[in-house]
């Protein structure tokens, strides 16, 4: 008998859950292996072990099938890999428009976008599914906290491979416009998008390469971009993403900051003060070092000031094991609504002026002029355009709906509006 594709894949289902289950029984890695592939594998402890479910960490939530066996306990680490494989192996449907992909279940349906060939627990599923948890769990604590607006949920694929789900919010009672963009791509890339994707350049390739000799490679991130109404309330923005060549390289990124019209000292305090926390439970050096990275990487060198107030930022990060910067990077996307909330509900119903309004209308124009020249993921997708990789409502996803640009202007002294601007001038610590 010949079974269908979607067929095949439900047949499938208990075998790669017991997979992911065992790599999260086993308690810790023995090691992690760059095969010829170049991707990293995961290799279990104590290989052999039965189980009979995975076990989801906070805010992912992951569909398993009933597979019988022995049961099992895992640590916070293990528990990761376990969720993230299950989540990137296992699905209950599938879109006409992501048909390649294998399934994977995570909460509301998503359909893994990675290659078939991908195994359910390499890190490109369990990042890609980390992500989509991170993007259903944000979006809807959003929406609770605008009241009013919904996110638009928007699945695409490419035709050279991969995909994405564009989440955009318009219109809401708090927020005019906020985007939560998860992304998939794969395939061959020209050496100045490889450039624009890493700040080490062309040598992250893992070879030397031939002029015009391009690059197979494989990325995921999760970006996102929340503009409020209300000029007392800040603009955030974060992304995190994972890199692969196949030539043997793997890396990670991403950071999240903050841009706000008016200075308030003590919401920049709980903003930096989340982030300081989530860097020291891996190293106490990691926040200082992320914290300077991002008042360096968001600075506009043609006006002589930063973006915003900013955050954490890295990039070319394979310091540690894999499976750490996983970990990290899931705690910082399960961090940003714990950062961000709290600021927007204490100031979205002061009042405002229509010159406090002009003013943040201004620091957006400023915000364009950073993603339109300066930043790295924005360039990176331009480039990848014409091979067909790049989605142009994705990439410009991150502009505000409105921005203002007034001639040679300059805040009077001793003015809230100086007042931060002195602070863009000269990074200051918040914590």
């Not at 890396?251 to 000292?265: E, H, K, M, Q, V």
């Not at 915003?308 to 540690?320: A, K, M, R, V």
């Not at 002061?350 to 993921?377: A, C, I």
Request: glycine share 8%; aromatic share 10%; proline share 6%.
């Amino acid at each position: 008998m010949v079974l269908s594709r979607q067929e095949r894949r439900r047949a499938d289902a208990p075998a790669i859950v017991a997979a992911a289950a065992t790599a999260a029984a086993a308690g810790g890695l023995t090691a992690w292996a760059l095969p010829s592939s170049g991707r990293p594998t995961f290799t279990p402890a104590s290989p052999g072990i039965a189980n009979n479910a995975a076990v989801a960490p906070a805010g992912i939530q992951v569909a398993a099938a009933n597979v019988s066996s022995s049961s099992f306990s895992a640590s916070s680490s293990s528990a990761l890999a376990a969720a993230a494989v299950g989540a990137a192996a296992l699905a209950g449907r599938h879109s006409k428009r992501q048909s390649r992909s294998r399934a994977c279940s995570v909460k509301m349906g998503y359909t893994s976008l990675c290659k078939d060939s991908d195994p359910p627990d390499c890190m490109r599923r369990r990042f890609e599914a980390a992500c989509a948890a991170a993007q259903e769990q944000i979006c809807k604590t959003i929406e609770d906290l605008d009241g009013g607006a919904k996110f638009d949920r928007e699945p695409y694929s490419r035709d050279g491979g991969g995909g994405g789900i564009a989440r955009v919010l318009k219109g809401g009672n708090v927020f005019e416009k906020a985007g939560v963009n998860l992304s998939v791509v794969y395939g061959e890339m020209p050496q100045d998008a490889l450039r624009a994707a890493t700040e080490r350049g062309v040598d992250r390739a893992g070879v030397k390469l031939e002029p015009g000799q391009k690059v197979p490679f494989f990325a995921c991130g999760l970006s996102s971009v929340m503009h409020p109404k209300n000029p007392h309330c800040p603009t955030m923005h974060f992304n995190y993403r994972y890199f692969e060549t196949d030539f043997g390289t793997w890396w990670f990124g991403g950071g999240t900051d903050i841009t706000p019209s008016y200075l308030d000292r003590e919401d920049m305090k709980h903003f930096h003060g989340t982030y300081k926390k989530v860097c020291e439970k891996y190293d106490p050096e990691w926040y200082p070092k992320f914290k300077e990275w991002a008042d360096r990487y968001f600075y506009i060198k043609h006006r002589g000031e930063t973006r915003g107030l900013g955050g954490i930022f890295f990039d070319d990060f394979n310091s540690e094991d894999p499976e750490t910067h996983l970990k990290f990077s899931t705690d910082c996307l399960q961090a940003v609504t714990e950062a961000y909330v709290p600021v927007i509900e204490k100031n979205r119903n002061r009042e405002f002026t229509e010159l406090q309004k002009d003013w943040q209308q201004m620091r957006r124009g400023r915000y364009v002029e950073f993603n339109l020249v300066y930043d790295r993921g924005t360039i990176f997708g331009l480039k990848m355009l014409p091979s067909g990789a790049g989605r142009i409502e994705s990439i410009l996803m991150s502009l505000p709906e409105t921005a203002r640009w007034q001639y040679c202007h300059e805040p009077e002294p001793g003015t809230p509006e100086m007042e931060i601007m002195e602070a863009f001038r000269t990074p200051q610590e918040w914590v």
